[in-house]
């Protein structure tokens, strides 16, 4: 019951203390060069994993145990927060500031604390991405997951790609096709594949329906052009939780990749 109040308190005095963080930085030896808030704002990805997993500090040093001492894991996993989120500010419903009070209890268990190892599956990730397709501009999701290779390498892979600007497809297929009488001509109409400009056509439905590589055979004929990344999503899961971790972009210190949601599993 101790430990849950304490949760509780933590996440109420976030949002005063950020003030008071900024003091403790300035007294640091930092260059005063550098503004203070520089060093709150989680500026990479990475960044976040290392302030997650209480490896690195607001500095990028390692935590020492003079830092363990003045600022527990728990304290400095609420600055990971979005503090701007209206469910940890609604005072007329404590369901979410409660979800997260477990979350973070879960996840600071002695007997089973929790990282985030970016390469083991844990992590997977989406991003918004603007398209030219057929002379439109669309909007298409792309799921990305890290793959480990036999040499212990890594690399991000595409899973998945949600997209609507492939809709009209079914029109195509009911044009394009191997007659079902084509065994009587020793399928001599095969030969149509030739002066067709996506011979995907001629596949199973269920690879002509896949949007996920019709975006690839699109990308490879020319006809889908990749504009921009719009925004970038990070999924974690941890076990009987799901985190989401956004980028902010503001000037305030509680800025960068922060956790925007918190969902049991």
């Known amino acids: 019951m101790k430990n849950h109040l304490f949760l509780i308190l933590a996440f109420i005095a976030l949002f005063s203390s950020f003030s008071a963080w900024s003091q403790h930085l300035a007294n640091t030896s930092i260059s005063t060069d550098t503004p203070d808030q520089y060093y709150l704002q989680v500026k990479q990805f990475n960044e976040f994993i290392d302030r997650f997993n ?3 500090d607001w500095k990028g040093n390692r935590i020492t145990s003079d830092f363990k001492a003045k600022v527990p894991r728990v304290k ?13 500010q609604n005072a007329a419903d404590s369901s979410y500031r409660n979800r ?3 979350f973070l209890s879960d996840v600071v268990n002695p007997d089973s604390p929790q990282l985030i190892s970016l390469f083991s599956g844990q992590v997977t990730t989406k991003a918004l991405v603007k398209i030219s397709y057929k002379g439109k501009n669309q909007n298409c999701t792309v799921y990305f997951l890290p793959e480990v290779l036999p040499d212990r390498s890594a690399k991000w892979v595409i899973s998945k790609v949600e997209t609507s600007c492939f809709k009209n497809m079914d029109d195509s297929l009911k044009t394009y ?19 067709i400009s996506n011979p995907i056509y001629f596949y199973p439905s269920s690879i002509t329906t896949d949007t996920s590589l019709l975006f690839m055979t699109e990308v490879a004929a020319n006809r889908l052009t990749i504009n921009n990344i719009e925004k970038v999503t990070y999924l974690i899961t941890f076990p009987n939780w799901i985190i989401t971790v956004e980028e902010f972009n503001r000037s305030s210190n509680n800025s960068g ?9």
């Not at 191997?178 to 002066?195: C, D, G, M, Q, V």
């Not at 990749?257 to 599993?265: A, R, T």
Request: hydrophobic fraction near 40%; glycine fraction near 0%.
């Open 177 to 195: 096709f191997i007659a079902p009488n084509s065994h009587e001509t020793s399928f001599i109409n095969l030969k149509r594949i030739e002066n």
């Open 54 to 56: 209480y490896s690195s």
């Open 76 to 88: 400095y996993l609420s600055y990971l927060f979005n503090i701007e989120d209206s469910r940890l």
């Open 100 to 102: 997260c009070n477990q």
């Open 257 to 265: 990749w922060l956790i925007s949601n918190v969902e049991l599993l």
